[in-house]
């Protein structure tokens, strides 16, 4: 006799003791794929706390990077392309601040000073989150203050505001 099967995909059929199964067998094979591997007899390491480490006094600080130069400015002088961007980070921005940072190309607009319209460019923002003190902030600044230099841009914007920072 032919055991009653239900429909399933092509080429699969389920016997309805297997339908009763499938949720334990979920569960089961949920189980063994969160399971620590260790080896037989050995001891699983102990786990970090569960409790997450506020971290004080913390600002985000965002800068954004023009990628392209003003109107009048020489563009073959001032582009920066990925390579040049690269270069920047790893000379003026990580030494700064090793443990952390993140960029996001970005495309924005921005109009100078009387200019009857606003320029549109590509530009990439720099997010780093870090301590309040007057030595991070001299560290942006110096940050902003190189990006100048090597472009030759006007300005980079800076934007700081207060965060509640965990780890």
Not at 3 to 27: K, Q
Not at 93 to 106: I, K, N, Q, W, Y
């Amino acid at each position: 006799m032919r055991p009653h099967t239900l429909p399933t995909s092509p080429g699969i059929a389920m016997t309805p003791r297997l339908l009763h199964l499938s949720p334990l067998l979920v569960l089961l094979l949920a189980a063994c794929a969160s399971a620590p591997p260790h080896a037989a007899g050995a001891h699983a390491p102990p786990r970090a706390a569960a409790t997450p480490v506020p971290a004080t006094r913390w600002v985000r600080s965002e800068l954004y990077f023009g990628a392209t130069p003003a109107a009048d400015a020489d563009a073959a002088a001032l582009a920066v392309d990925a390579a040049r961007w690269r270069a920047f980070l790893d000379a003026e921005v990580t030494p700064r601040f090793p443990d952390g940072l993140t960029v996001f190309e970005a495309y924005g607009q921005w109009r100078h000073r009387d200019a009857p319209a606003p320029e549109r460019q590509r530009a990439r923002v720099l997010v780093i989150l870090h301590e309040d003190t007057p030595r991070r902030r001299a560290d942006i600044e110096a940050i902003r203050s190189a990006w100048k230099r090597a472009t030759g841009h006007e300005s980079v914007l800076w934007s700081l505001q207060p965060a509640e920072v965990s780890f």
